[in-house]
C-alpha cells in the first residue's frame, strides 16, 4: 500500500462560502479495531461505514494474511469470518503496513501472543517511526524482536506461546501502546493489566467488550484507569456502525470556521469524549459547533454537526487535552492562524514523532502560507490575523514529507487564503480520506 512514486502536487484556492451538507468517511480508530476483533472472532462480523483508506484495508490484507476471510459486499457492507481467538496461521510473507503506525502497533500486540512468527514492512514514512515503546511491553510478555535500529521497521517478531501476562504502566499517554498489551492479553493465559495515568481514546476497550471479552475498567486511589482483560477469550462475531470519523471532520469544522460566510452540516460524527477535544476547543474560541440529533450507535455518541463562520479568539490550550485531540493539532494550528490574538500549544512532544514532526513542519508550512507563529520544544505560538484570510501564494510548495494531515492542513490554509496555498503532494490524503478534495470542491462550489 505504498503511495504512487510520483508526485501529485496541487494548489488549494479560495472560492468563497463553503455550503452543503456532507458525510466524513467513518472513524478510522473504530475500522481498524472492526477488522482486527472481527478477525479473532468465531462468526460472521458485519461492518457498515467502513472508512476504506489505504490504512484500513493494511490492517484487512494482513488479517487475511493471517487467515481471516475479509469481503466487501456489493452494498458496501463488509463482512469478516475470524479464526477465533489463537487461530492466526503463519503469514506467508512480510506484513505490508504501508503508512500505517496503528496496523502496525495493534497488530504487533496482536500476534504477540500466537506461535506465528511475522515482518512488518512499511513505507518510507513508516519506518522511521518508532516502535519501541511497543516492543518494551510485548517483549515482556515473551515475545521476541529483531528490529532495524532505533526499533523500526522492518521488524520482525516471534510470538509467544504461552505469553505471560503483565501489569504495565503506560510511561506515556498512547492508546495504541495500550490496545497492542490489551489484544496481546486476549490470548493470554490469566490476568494482563494496564494503568493508564491519563485517559486516551476508549475505543478498544468498548469494542472489546462488545466482541464479548471480559474486560473491566476501574479507578485506583491515585486516579488513574485500571484495565483488565481476562486472557484466552471467546469473542463473538458481531454487527458494527461505524460513525463518522472526528479526524476527518475536524477539517470542515475549521474551514467552515475561517471562512466568511460557510454554514456546513457534518452529518454522523462520533463524539467519544476521549477523541472529541478538537470540537471543545474550537467552541472556546468563539467557534459555533451546533450538535443535531444526538445519538448513541454501537455504543458510541454520534451527532450531526451545524459549523457556521465565526470570529474566533485566542487562547492558551490546556494539554489535558491533548490525548483527545492529538491528531487535530495540525488544523487547529491553521484555525488559530486566523484567530484574534494569540494561541499558546503546549505538551505536544508526542506530534514530534508522528507521520513526521508535525510541530516543526506545520510551522515551516504556515509559515510560507503568510501565518506568524513559532514552534517551542512541545508546542507552537500562532499569533493570529483577527479574521483576515492568510496573504498565500507560497512561491515553493509546501512540504507534506507524506504526511495526510499535514497536506489537508494547508488544503484548509488554502481555501482561506488570499493567493491559495500550493502542496507538494496530495497523493498521501488516499491514507485516511480518499474523497477529502471531491467534498472539499464541492462545498466551494455549492
Known sequence: MSH?????????????ALKGTIRVPGDKSISHRSIMLGALAIGETRVTGLLEGEDVMSTAAAMRAMGATIEKQPDGEWVINGVGVGGLLQPETALDMGNSGTSTRLLMGLVSSHAITATFVGDASLSKRPMGRVIDPLSTMGAQFTASEGGRLPLTMQGAQPAVPITYRLPVASAQV????????????????????????????????????????????DGERVIRIHGEANLTGQTIVVPGDPSSAAFFIVAALIVPGSDVLIENVGLNPTRAGIVAVLRQMGGSIEEVNPRIVGGEPVADLRVRHSALTGIEVDPAVVPSMVDEFPVLFVAAALAQGRTVCTGLEELRVKESDRITVMREALELAGATLHETEDGMVIDGTNGAPLPGGNA????????????????????ASTKGVTIDDVSPIATSFPNFMPLLAGLVAA
Open 4 to 16: 504512487s512514486s510520483q508526485p501529485r502536487p496541487h494548489t488549494f484556492t479560495p472560492g468563497g
Open 178 to 221: 495500550k490496545s497492542a498489551i490489551l489484544l496481546a492479553g486476549l490470548n493470554t493465559p490469566g490476568i494482563t493489566t494496564v494503568i493508564e495515568p491519563v485517559p486516551t481514546r476508549d475505543h478498544s476497550e468498548r469494542m472489546l467488550k462488545g466482541f464479548g471479552a471480559n474486560l473491566t475498567v476501574d479507578t485506583n486511589e
Open 396 to 415: 515553493s510548495p509546501v512540504v507534506t514529507h507524506l504526511d495526510h494531515r499535514i497536506a489537508m492542513s494547508m488544503a484548509i490554509a488554502g481555501v
